[in-house]
């Protein structure tokens, strides 16, 4: 058993299983059905029956997955798919039949067949884009088209707007009907990519999430890929594919990996097939991009051969073989790092300030505890030790877009703030209500701290955050509230629970099953509400199709009683630190470009139509480039802070000196003398989700998140210049 969001005592399951022994080899997709079945009546924490209820709910979610803007199925389609298995699909998991899941898969790959042959017809015809119609954007809330005749209405619109949409693209290489026919012949090869374990994981994890959002069926490949992000390592060469024409493509070497150092392999080379040693090589042209991706993969200091077509060649027969040695590759990019700031403080005196950039809660969960396993407390901790080398008076944890992760990690990272005491409590479908504590009473740091957050901030970031806001440890900043995910997944290796599927290993996959809630020590759950920031900056994110609530079918807010704990004795002064960001935020051009921003997405996803009238578009984009064009002149004219940043990395953490960030032309980042970044953006490229220019000094968020940190530091030294209401 592994665990993704929780550690506890292995779960007991009395299912009575008729089954014939099978291959390691070759799990039968029957049993895995039925496994997963009864795992999720007997352990998810709702404790659910499969019943003819579950069932309608299921097969709506799985037309919905597959057709998820509502435009291959006919409203005929699914009253008749509803009559045949509507009320059946919960018996046919239970007694292991996986017909109908390939069946339906299979009506619905005819319909695409038959709808991209209609599309073919479409892209012949002729248009001048002079109509004052308009095309809807997103259909998944919209009603199913009642039969083929309105569906082909629909669809004549959709590639009417895809064909504008290529005729405005400025970038474009080629005519928009090419671009169309490969973009929908892409469709077709994916679709008929699928093999039976695609359509059996498609099927399972869509039962799965019919008990709730965060419950998952994963393939072997997908299990291994979560332990290789849990772990952040994997052995293999240190290249980065996307498929592309039936083509495994070259999209990015891993710096320090065996292709980087062997230099033998480019970006742009497209794999034609792979050996494994002296063997012969299998031919991968039209595979599946994870199946290279496997074969690829292999154990440590074994040797992979590739067949590739030069990125260089002019003459596509053209090969060549490139053999390398496996290795051991470390996803840096995803690990904890940190910055210094230095920058005037209140009194004008230079100051440093720490940022920790934590963008999951990452484990070695196979390992864990042995010396060298991954672990985000560890690194967090070297990374805070070195901050406090450099005298920083404050920290920041930015947990922006980190989803979670380890339940374990967060609470043991709680414990470098605080002295000892509950975390996290968490309550089973039983109601036995577990609490996990901090008993270390030693604190990394104790100086004034800022949790900044967004609504992408997720599970154990929500962990983390209610915990040192509960005890009153940290000022929480950033978007209105957090993700709102209050539940504990664990990871049931279906082979191992089921042995007769794969002799213990996990060849049978895994379900990812959630059998817990967690609450704050306060006894407030972070379900659907998340963590309330204690000073809200504006933000794109900050939107009710992002979140908890948003999603189908997610389990309900309750609450526990609260856990006994000590706050924090040294006040916050959360209302002085509102009133001085609120006034400077009124000021500041960036957050209006935000909330000018949030206003017209609102304004859009509202209204959900675009025009197709060719004039009408040229002219909206005329406006926006206007737009991004004012604000980079006004940019140019702002006075850059007078700071310095410092880069600390876990490569770095213990060397002496420190590497400072430089920008270059395009305001990228670039560290220690490093070569600036490449990019094929525009120089008026739009801003991004941020509502920020592409430039990485224009982060607002970020800045004012300092600013608040360094009224914090001086209400800390000064509390009487504080109004009487923020001793809290």
Not at 283 to 291: E, G, I, P, R
Not at 303 to 309: A, F, G, S, T
Not at 398 to 423: C, W, Y
Not at 581 to 607: C, G, Q, T, W
Request: with cysteine; proline share 5%.
């Amino acid at each position: 058993m592994k665990h993704l969001f929780a550690f506890c005592a292995p779960l007991a399951f009395s299912i009575a299983l008729a089954a014939t022994p099978l291959q390691a080899d070759t799990p039968d997709p029957g049993q895995i059905e039925i496994s997963v079945g009864r795992l999720l009546e007997q352990g998810h924490y709702s404790r659910m029956k499969l019943d003819e209820k579950v069932s309608q709910r299921f097969l709506k979610y799985y037309l919905e997955g597959l057709d998820y803007n509502r435009l291959y199925f006919t409203q005929k389609d699914v009253d008749l798919l509803t009559a045949k298995y509507g009320n059946s699909l919960n018996n046919d998991v239970l007694l292991g039949n996986p017909d109908p899941a390939f069946t339906i898969f299979n009506i619905f790959k005819k319909k695409v067949e038959d709808r991209i042959a209609k599309i073919k017809d479409l892209l012949n015809q002729k248009y001048d884009f002079t109509s004052n119609r308009s095309v809807e954007v997103n259909r998944q809330k919209a009603p199913w088209p009642k039969d083929e005749a309105e569906a082909d209405l629909l669809w004549r619109d959709r590639i009417e707007g895809e064909l504008l949409q290529e005729t405005l693209n400025k970038h474009a290489t080629d005519t928009p009907v090419k671009v169309l026919t490969r973009r929908y012949d892409q469709v077709l090869r994916n679709l008929h990519e699928q093999t039976k374990e695609d359509i059996v994981k498609g099927f399972l994890t869509t039962l799965a999430q019919t008990y709730d959002p965060h419950s998952e069926y994963m393939s072997k490949s997908e299990l291994d890929n979560f332990q290789i992000n849990m772990r952040l390592s994997l052995v293999g060469i240190g290249a980065v594919l996307h498929s592309e024409d039936g083509y495994a493509k070259i999209a990015e070497l891993v710096p320090g990996g065996p292709a980087s150092k062997d230099g033998h392999l480019k970006v742009g080379d497209k794999v034609a097939g792979v050996a494994q040693g002296d063997k012969d090589f299998v031919d991968c042209v039209d595979m599946k991009l994870d199946k290279v991706v496997e074969m690829i993969r292999g154990k440590k200091d074994t040797i992979v051969r590739l067949q590739v077509i030069p990125a260089s060649a002019t003459d596509p027969s053209v090969r060549k073989v490139i053999e390398i040695k496996r290795d051991e590759i470390k996803l840096k990019e995803q690990e904890a790092k940190a910055e210094i700031i230095e920058r005037p403080g209140p009194d004008g005196n230079p100051i440093r300030l720490g940022w920790v950039i934590l963008p999951s809660f990452y484990a070695d969960m196979e390992h864990s505890g042995a010396a060298g396993a991954k672990s985000t407390t560890k690194d967090v901790l070297a990374l805070i030790n070195r901050l406090k080398q450099e005298h920083i008076q404050g920290l920041v944890m930015d947990l922006r877009k980190n989803g979670g992760g380890s339940l374990e990690e967060a609470v043991n990272l709680t414990g470098l703030f605080i002295k000892r005491g509950p975390v996290v409590q968490a309550k089973d479908s039983n109601g036995n209500i577990h609490v996990s504590k901090d008993r270390d009473p030693s604190v990394a740091w104790d100086g004034p701290m800022i949790v900044c957050t967004n609504r992408l901030s997720a599970s154990a970031s929500e962990i983390f955050a209610a915990a040192l806001q509960d005890y009153n440890r940290a000022v929480i900043v950033g978007d209105k509230s957090t993700f709102g995910k209050g539940t504990v997944q664990t990871m049931l290796e279906i082979g191992r629970i089921m042995p007769f599927l794969g002799s213990g290993n996990n060849e049978a996959g895994a379900l990812k099953l959630t059998i817990q809630k967690f609450y704050r020590i306060a006894g407030g759950s972070t379900q659907h509400k998340g963590v309330e920031s204690d000073v809200h900056l504006p933000s794109l994110f900050d939107r009710p199709e992002i979140g908890e609530s948003a999603l189908k079918g997610p389990l309900p807010y309750d609450t526990v009683p609260p856990a006994e704990y000590d706050k924090w004795e040294r006040p916050l002064f959360k209302n002085d630190l509102r009133q001085r960001s609120a006034a400077r935020v009124a000021a500041d051009a960036e957050f209006h470009y935000i909330n000018e921003d949030l206003a017209e997405v609102e304004k859009h996803i509202a209204e959900n139509r675009v025009s197709l009238n060719i004039q009408v578009r040229r002219t909206e984009i005329d406006e926006d480039k206007a737009k991004r064009d004012k604000r980079a002149a006004a940019r140019e004219k702002v006075k850059q802070p007078d700071a310095k940043t410092y880069v600390i990395t876990l490569d770095n953490v213990n060397k002496p000196d420190l590497q400072l960030v430089t920008y270059d032309t395009k305001d990228k980042k670039v560290a220690d003398g490093a070569a600036p970044a490449t990019t094929n953006e525009d120089d008026n490229a739009a801003d991004d989700e941020d509502g920020t220019n592409k430039s990485e000094r224009f982060d607002p968020i970020k800045s004012e998140t300092l600013n608040i940190l360094n009224d914090l530091i001086d209400l800390s030294r000064n509390p009487k210049t504080a109004t009487a209401s923020t001793a809290k």
